[in-house]
């Protein structure tokens, strides 16, 4: 068993797929109209047939409040992992992403956190190899 896609809401599906894709780099998969919405998902340019992340339409009456209450306590909705943590801080800060946490070390990740202009806090994690921590 293994994720096939999981869905992160947003308040805009144009403005949620510019931000996903343009600036963060990932590409779209699916672009299916559904009524008012669509069917949309976006994939790591790395990752093609990986998992899927659907940008949800938020219209629904608990997404808010849920929203609301992550972003108020500072927790992320998800988490994408990269490469190096300061290659992708400097990139995205120079496309002018906002960030709610600066790059930091916890152990075995470094990670920073950042808006994603559509009601999202997303975490950005790096793995640090254990052999090379200082003590």
Request: charged share 25%.
């Amino acid at each position: 068993m293994r994720i096939y896609v999981t869905s992160i809401f947003v308040e805009d599906q144009d403005r949620a797929e510019k931000f996903y894709t343009d600036v963060l780099g990932f590409r779209v998969k699916n672009n299916i109209p559904l009524g008012e919405n669509r069917w949309l998902t976006v994939v790591s340019r790395e990752d093609p047939e990986g998992t899927e992340l659907l940008l949800e339409p938020g219209d629904h009456r608990a997404v808010k409040p849920y929203k609301d209450a992550l972003v108020a306590d500072g927790i992320p909705a998800h988490s994408f992992q990269v490469g190096s943590l300061d290659a992708e801080w400097k990139r995205l800060v120079g496309a002018g992403v906002s960030f709610v946490q600066e790059p930091l070390d916890a152990g075995s990740v470094r990670m920073a956190v950042f808006d994603d202009t559509c009601g999202n806090l997303i975490q950005l994690i790096e793995m640090v190899d254990p052999a090379t921590e200082q003590s």
